[in-house]
Nanobody
Framework: QVQLLESGGGLVQAGGSMRLSCVAS????????MGWVRQAPGKEREIVAL????????FYAASVKGRFTISRNSGENTVSLQMSSLKQEDTAVYYCAADSRPLVYIKAGVVEQMNYWGKGTLVTVSS
């Protein structure tokens, strides 16, 4: 049974930092791109960050570029998102996701069509 399990969400003050982690199990994700997708209340899901299967390629949404860093440990099937200089508008449920396609296709496609999803972790940024 494939499972992506997120951890690290919670409440943080604006300007603070937080690290999200995701552990994938049930299969090997060595050949999969992995990433983080968020959904704020009343808004559609948006890709926050992606990392290619070998870590050589990354993508960040314009709204988080320079503030968030994605990393992965393929040997341990984990992906992390280091978030800094957090803003209230970063408040959302953050989902870990994995997909077998190259990043260019994931970005061009429908985010909900990513292959595997975690259940999400809530990040709340207070003023």
């Amino acid at each position: 049974q494939v499972q992506l399990l997120e951890s690290g969400g919670g409440l943080v003050q604006a300007g603070g930092s937080m690290r999200l982690s995701c552990v994938a199990s049930g299969r090997s994700f060595r050949s999969y791109a992995m990433g983080w997708v968020r959904q704020a209340p009343g808004k559609e899901r948006e890709i926050v960050a992606l990392i290619s299967w070998n870590g050589a390629d990354t993508f960040y949404a314009a709204s988080v570029k320079g503030r968030f860093t994605i990393s992965r440990n393929s040997g341990e099937n984990t992906v992390s998102l280091q978030m800094s200089s957090l803003k209230q508008e970063d408040t959302a449920v953050y989902y870990c996701a994995a997909d077998s396609r190259p990043l260019v296709y994931i970005k061009a496609g429908v985010v909900e069509q990513m292959n595997y999803w975690g259940k999400g972790t809530l990040v709340t940024v207070s003023s």
